[in-house]
């Protein structure tokens, strides 16, 4: 594990000078600023996709810097940063009838559940924070912090709009993570482990390896679990806790300066997450679509990062085009169409299982 | 629908909410998402408008009316030089009918534009609303090629016009309409075939008729429930009798006839007919003709009183005026279509979900302007 190489690699260079407790510290604390880092990056890019995407889906220009100065840099690409800083150096307000230390709360726990989950994800044969033998699972479960965050601020703001918010995003999250996880048990069975590098090493040999070429359920049981991944992280058309047009902002009503862009960066983050976890398992995560070519580990993280910048990409594309869902069609569509189509699923792989592939 | 009953709570949508369309507030009671019963309380953009008209000569009220329903001025201007050069027995000639007709439909389309952009992003919709933006743009830019001003125009003046056609408007107006007809179909597919609009409109917040004439709704709410009533032709005022158009009433192609899928419908269809009423104004439109000509160097209507109506996008606009003999108007008072429609949201969006509710004031397309005067 990507801790026990950083310890040996310390100690084989400062042993003599610090206590191993002390660089065993260290050897902890550096993957989670590299995560950090690598979240607060990849915001900033895919704010700017965003931007660029919508406008371009928008017919109009999208941030346009003229190249000089701090306005918004070449192309608009400081247009991210200056967002950022605004936020940071907004006022931070918190409404005197709020929940105080609820209401300061809520913004940290969703950012956790979204950083705790890049542990688990695999950007390469070697390149992952902790190899857990439950990764896949570990994600889903941590992935679940968000809604109790989401429900947390809603209440703590002490807001009508915020408290629709969280009562939306209760009900919305905790009903699509059921279709979503009964999609993944689909890889599950297939690969027949939890854990995430196993399940992409089954995946191993080309385009027609991956699990999603695997038989002609598991397709279906992609679309649904992307589908039902964009229920959970709040995105067109299933963003209800938030729909700017009916709640105002929903949960994140009375937040503003950096405690909004917290949610704002989770939102983000937890886009990848998921998107991190289609292309890991269904769509050969690091292995190279064409067998035995690029398939080096540099190559390794290129495929996992535009894998999943695929599926990011696609959620954009899905925001700027759909209107939103009304709350009860929205249950509507999660128990009467997904998880219907879920079971069939799990049924159908494993008879397929038994019947072609033994 | 909702068959467990908790307490229920009061809500203010409003008056700053991003759907309220201006600053309306909206008192709903509310069971969970459930709405029981809306109070719409109006007021904060009243700006006294018809009082102030008492104390300024007829041409100066002709802004007034622009800074009525902002979004449709040039109609609003019409319908008041309509009602005064009906009082005061004035004939305008034909070159300025044409061009009145010209404005009063570009103008129609640009606020059916704005209606149905604004009802899509009520939805959740953002992309069509930016579409029909840059398009309702080019008739605003048409507009300022005209007159200067691009949304308070105080164009049209008892009697005749501020200023003549540029040259080149014609061409650029049969530009714009060539280029904008096929949109029309691209955002009917975009926004109108949408499944999730159609979901979120379709059988949701149906006016039938009898409540809708019970109401005083007029325009295309009234004409989305199945009732074929347009002032342009039952009641034709200018030269609109010379002109060939349909009047589209809601069929229910997708739910029931009077719902708000209906509403948006009607609207995209009159901007269809709007089309055809300007390039066939355009076609007619008399070469000469000065339009100063029945001007009027004092406009001082012999006393009596009038009332007036003429149709602007959002229904049936209606002008009363007293007249005392004298330069300024002794009483003015506004009939205002949005009005009425806002006052049927709580018998056709009670007991609906929140996001119907909002929907089905984003169907009923209000201004409050207008309302509030």
């Not at chain 2, 200018?238 to 029931?256: E, L």
């Amino acid at each position: 594990m990507t801790v026990d190489y950083i310890f040996d690699f310390l100690t084989g260079l400062l042993g003599g000078f610090l206590g191993s407790d002390y660089l065993l510290l260290a050897s902890m604390l550096i993957p989670c600023l590299a995560i950090f880092g690598f979240i607060t990056v990849y915001a900033l890019i895919v704010i700017y996709a965003e931007l660029k995407v919508s406008s371009f889906i928008q017919d109009k220009v999208g941030p346009m810097g003229q190249g000089v100065g701090l306005h918004a840099g070449k192309w608009g690409l400081l247009q991210p940063v200056a967002d950022a800083l605004k936020l940071l150096l907004k006022e931070d307000i918190i409404p005197s009838s709020a929940d105080r230390p609820l209401f300061i709360l809520a913004p940290f726990m969703i950012f956790i559940g979204a950083f705790i989950s890049f542990v688990a994800i695999p950007f390469g044969e070697s390149i992952i924070v902790a190899d857990l033998n439950i990764g896949l699972f570990y994600i889903l479960g941590v992935g679940s912090i968000a809604v109790l965050s989401l429900i947390l601020a809603g209440w703590a703001s002490n807001n009508k709009w915020s408290l629709y918010g969280g009562m939306r995003s209760a009900a919305q999250i905790v009903s699509y993570e059921i279709p979503a996880g009964l999609s993944l048990i689909v890889v599950i069975m297939l690969a027949g482990t939890l854990n995430l590098q196993d399940i992409i090493k089954y995946q191993e040999g080309g385009i027609f390896n991956w699990i999603i070429f695997d038989n002609p359920f598991v397709p279906i049981a992609f679309v649904v679990y992307f589908i039902s991944a964009l229920a959970e992280v709040n995105r067109t058309p299933f963003d209800l806790p938030e729909s700017e047009s009916e709640l105002v902002a929903g949960f994140a009503t009375e937040y503003s300066g950096m405690r909004y862009a917290f949610f704002f960066l989770s939102e983000y983050a937890n886009m990848f997450v998921v998107s991190a976890v289609a292309a890991a398992g269904f769509l050969g995560g690091w292995q190279s679509p064409f067998a035995g070519f690029m398939s080096t580990p540099a190559w390794g993280v290129f495929w996992m990062i535009s894998k999943t910048g695929f599926l990011i990409f696609v959620m954009i594309w899905l925001r700027w085009t759909l209107p939103r869902l009304r709350v009860d069609q929205l249950m509507n569509v999660c128990w009467k169409v997904f998880l219907p189509l879920a079971l069939i699923n799990i049924f159908g792989v494993a008879i397929w299982t038994v019947v072609f592939n033994s | 629908m909702g068959v467990v009953h908790g307490q229920e709570m009061v809500l203010n949508i409003g008056p700053q909410h991003p759907a309220t369309h201006g600053v309306l507030r909206l008192q709903v009671k509310t069971d969970g998402e459930v709405i029981s019963e809306i109070t719409p309380y109006l007021g904060y953009l009243h700006r006294c408008f018809e009082k102030h008209c008492e104390n300024v000569t007829y041409e100066q009220v002709i802004p007034f009316t622009d800074r009525c329903d902002y979004l449709a001025s040039m109609t609003m201007n019409f319908g008041y030089v309509v009602a005064v050069e009906k009082l005061m027995d004035i004939k305008v000639n034909d070159r300025v009918q044409h061009i009145r007709v010209i404005m009063a439909e570009l103008q129609r389309i640009a606020s059916h534009l704005l209606a149905t952009g604004v009802f899509g992003l009520d939805l959740g919709a953002f992309t069509p609303f930016l579409h029909m933006l840059r398009d309702r743009e080019r008739i605003i830019d048409l507009f300022e090629m005209t007159c200067g001003a691009r949304l308070l125009y105080n164009y049209m003046w008892v009697g005749g016009l501020s200023h003549d056609l540029p040259k080149g408007f014609v061409e650029a107006t049969l530009n714009f309409l060539d280029y904008f007809e096929p949109k029309i179909d691209e955002f009917e597919n975009l926004l109108g075939h949408n499944k999730i609009f159609v979901e979120r409109t379709a059988d949701i917040g149906i006016m039938p008729a009898e409540v809708a004439i019970n109401f005083g709704v007029t325009g295309p709410n009234l004409r989305a429930s199945g009732i074929k009533w347009d002032l342009r032709k039952d009641d034709p005022y200018s030269i609109y009798d010379k002109f060939d158009f349909d009047i589209p009433v809601g069929q229910g192609i997708k739910g029931t006839i009077g719902d708000s899928w209906d509403r948006f419908y009607v609207r995209l269809q009159e901007i269809r007919e709007s089309v055809k009423i300007v390039r066939q104004a355009i076609d007619q439109l008399p070469k000469d003709g000065d339009v100063h000509q029945s001007m009027p160097k004092k406009i001082r209507p012999p006393k009596g009183s009038i009332y007036s109506r003429t149709e602007s996008p959002r229904g049936d606009l209606g002008y009363y005026i007293e007249s005392d003999g004298s330069d300024t108007p002794s009483r003015l008072k506004m009939r205002s279509p949005a009005f009425t429609a806002l006052g049927v949201l709580d018998e056709i969006a009670g007991g609906w979900l929140m996001s119907d509710v909002l929907a089905i004031l984003g169907s009923l397309d209000i201004v409050l302007g207008e309302i509030d005067r």
